[in-house]
């Protein structure tokens, strides 16, 4: 097997974020549920940003947000998404670009316009998300190159990414491309709400061996396993992969690897600003760890460092020095 | 005269913020005057956006960031501009309009896209703009209510439209109209390369006394009125104003009206994140200041508050609670 170009290559949403401070009685008001992910159609888009105060727009995308995070600690990084040939999707464009990714999805002309998610953030950090996925949907499956996967020691897919049939068939095909190769397929369950949707085809993915590293959090474990308590969840889930990470929000995170197991807690900041990113980066910092070789305690510790970057500012995309911040932390 | 509708209509560029952190060395490689601002067009933008590192998108313009301040501190606005039928072009109609401005003129369709801002942010939170103008330009004398101007008690003109003949004309109609009502026109000089280009239309307003209140920062101070000393510069122009406002950076302010002086010192903050907007949102502390009815003091001092919070973030539009600020200042 020779020497991969790519540490991690990813296939997500391209997305831009539209983000605005906002108080927990408009999240009430407007119908959305505080902390979670809505997708919505360009409708429901135009009433929310209507209602939306002054807001900033910063390039977002789960999966584009870990490799943003890889990429600055260092990884080689390769992004698979869809933009449309619109200013939003030249901004997507420029700033994975920028971060030192490798993109070469071409973007795609016509409506819909470049996927968005208006993301309201309530006074305490937490984001409440609405996402109109626009392009992102349209991906087909020729924009997959089958040798740039096989060309990456991780493949990372975003759960969110199931939803629409042609995406759901370039990561099937992505999948395959890896496994032929050797490759480590990592997956993230992304959210309660698509594992609501589409657990069969998860669980099924996990019971036939096609997912080596599983990141997801507390509720979607329990949605994932059926169990309600979280270290029933981890006993079921665990012996399926080589690795599962499931976070805990503000109460840190666990790693199973085989016979062993890793905890960490959550990094002390001074003031979350903003959550958007948490996870995203939380796996950031873990990818980042396993692709070097550190052991399972060490890319939680960096995993937990990442994420709490990311949550002391707006933008789920990192803004301090990642490195730096690693070399402090860690020596 | 009856009581008018708005405090502050202003007339200014429709200008979306690119803006990203740099290091010096990249401001000098890619031929920038650092801290300065340049005209661009569409091929250095799309030169300099290439080298620019991952970007936020926040809405801007001069006078657009002074209106979003005074609508922030209690002011009823309207602001004339003009953007492009596209996304940049809805975002910065959101975002005007969501900070509480009226803002009636139609996008416009076909190119130019709506105008952009590639700012560049060095470590010790200077900046450096590059605009490309884009739709700003083609504002159309059409799209000047008269019967709005004369509905405000202050016309703000923002001298960085002054460059291109349609907006020009705009603005000098729009002086006429407000001089008809009996209004107050204030005039920002915006930057030395615009007095260099156009110096002597700025002295003939002066001169024949269609400008009350004028600002400028201390450069351009030296280059209107030839004057190198400071106070020899506010010697000469004072009098032939209302009022005469002059920032001096990290020096704070100076007011004269009539016999009257003011001085202020700049406000103590923690961290200069980005100078970006400074002069803009001391305009609107003073302007807010100068509504009310403020003494000639207050009026700088206020304007030295909210140029203190436009500098302790990343962009030119104010995000802490401005009223809550100046009420914790002032009581």
Redesign the interface.
């Known amino acids: 097997m020779t020497q991969p170009s790519y540490d991690v290559i990813a296939i997500g949403n391209a997305i831009v974020d539209?983000m605005?401070?906002c108080a927990d009685e408009l999240v009430a008001e407007l119908g959305m549920v505080r902390g979670g992910m809505a997708l919505v159609d360009a409708e429901r888009a135009t009433e929310l940003?209507?209602a939306?105060?002054?807001?900033?727009?910063?390039?977002g995308g789960s999966a584009a947000n870990t490799l943003?995070g890889l990429s600055a600690l260092g990884a080689r990084c390769a992004f698979v998404g869809q933009v449309a040939t619109?200013?939003?999707g030249e901004?997507f464009a420029?700033?994975?670009r920028?971060?030192g990714i490798d993109y070469a999805t071409p973007p795609r002309a016509g409506d819909p316009?470049?996927g968005r998610c208006l993301i309201f953030v309530s006074p305490d950090g937490q984001r409440t998300m609405n996402t109109f996925l626009g392009a992102s949907h349209f991906l087909p499956v020729a924009a997959l190159d089958a040798d740039a996967v096989a060309d990456a020691s991780v493949l990372y897919l975003e759960g969110y990414m199931w939803d629409p049939p042609g995406p759901r068939q370039v990561m099937r095909n992505a999948i395959a491309a890896a496994r032929a190769a050797g490759r480590t397929v990592a997956f993230t369950t992304s959210e309660v709400f698509m594992i609501d949707l589409y657990g069969a085809d998860f669980r099924a993915l996990i019971d036939e061996g096609a997912i080596d590293i599983l990141f997801c959090n507390h509720h979607e474990l329990a949605a994932l396993t059926g169990e309600e308590d979280f270290e029933a969840g981890l006993a079921s889930l665990a012996p399926k992969l080589e690795i599962l990470v499931a976070t805990r929000s503000a109460d840190g995170a666990v790693a199973i690897a085989g016979g062993e197991r890793a905890e960490v807690l959550a990094e002390p900041i001074e003031q979350v600003v903003d959550t958007t990113g948490a996870g995203d980066l939380f796996a950031a910092g873990f990818l980042s760890g396993h692709v070097r070789g550190e052991n399972l305690k060490r890319c939680l510790e960096m995993g937990a460092v990442a994420a709490a970057e990311v949550i002391s500012h707006y933008?789920a995309?990192p803004?301090a020095d990642l490195k730096a911040l690693m070399k402090k932390r860690f020596g």
């Open positions: 539209v605005a401070p940003y209507a939306m105060g002054p807001a900033r727009e910063i390039s943003a619109d200013e939003l901004i420029h700033d994975i920028a971060a316009p470049t933008g995309r803004e």
